[in-house]
């Protein structure tokens, strides 16, 4: 089972649209969890972190389920702007762990 | 906001022969890491360095692998012996040990 699993994508949709990721890992003991986002050829960028009582940063809303070692973005109210790849990472004691990504198309 | 630098930001090199890639972590910052990213692939951690030494690495991180921080600045990734599968873009990256990482803009390494 790969560390960090997310559905590769594409999700194309139109703006304004309301839309979620999700992602899954293999280690119980993670400590840590996050989305970054990825533009094409450039450095991840921390989008947000991930807390379970669940956290928001504008339109954005991540939650995390450790029972079920699961975590979600929702993007509300899409933009263009927001057409990038977004990658599920955790962390466990130094390392980042990266998912695969999940790319994200929001067309006009 | 303060920046991981990273040069060259492309580097071209033959089968065989040595490169070595440099970051300027952030100046505060106590632990340096060296992640790769291959072309369509996922983001892969190579190596962490903590107190002048590696504190963790990964299986891809092999003999042919070196990293240094040579000046209290800089930080660099040695690939000894390149091989074709080395071609991808490589991100330095540094943190406080707080939770976030800045990662450097990458050097694109392509091995002819």
């Known amino acids: 089972r790969k560390e960090v699993e997310q559905d590769p994508g594409p999700f194309n949709v139109p703006e304004g649209a309301t839309v979620a990721f999700n992602c899954t890992y293999s280690n119980s003991a993670s400590q840590s969890f996050f989305w970054y986002r990825q533009d094409c050829r450039k450095e991840p960028k921390l989008l947000m972190s991930v807390y379970s009582s669940g956290n928001e940063d504008g339109r954005f809303t991540a939650q995390l389920n450790r029972a079920s070692q699961y975590i979600s973005l929702l993007i509300r109210d899409s933009k263009l702007s927001d057409s990038a790849t977004y990658l599920c990472v955790v962390k466990g004691f130094q390392k980042l762990v990266f998912g695969t990504g999940t790319r994200l198309l929001v067309s006009p | 906001e303060p920046e991981v630098t990273q040069t060259p930001s492309h580097q071209v090199t033959q089968m065989g022969q040595e490169v070595i890639l440099r970051c300027v972590p952030i100046s505060n910052h106590l632990y340096f890491y060296w992640y790769r990213q291959i072309l369509g692939q996922k983001v892969e951690f190579l190596v962490s360095f903590y107190n002048n030494e590696i504190s963790e690495k990964s299986e891809i991180f092999d003999d042919q692998f070196s990293v240094e921080r040579p000046d209290g600045s800089n930080f660099t990734l040695k690939i000894r012996s390149t091989k074709l599968e080395d071609s991808a873009m490589y991100f330095c990256?540094?943190?406080?040990?707080?939770?976030?990482?800045?990662f450097g803009s990458g050097t694109q390494l392509s091995v002819l």
């Open positions: 990256a540094s943190t406080t040990g707080a939770e976030k990482l800045f």
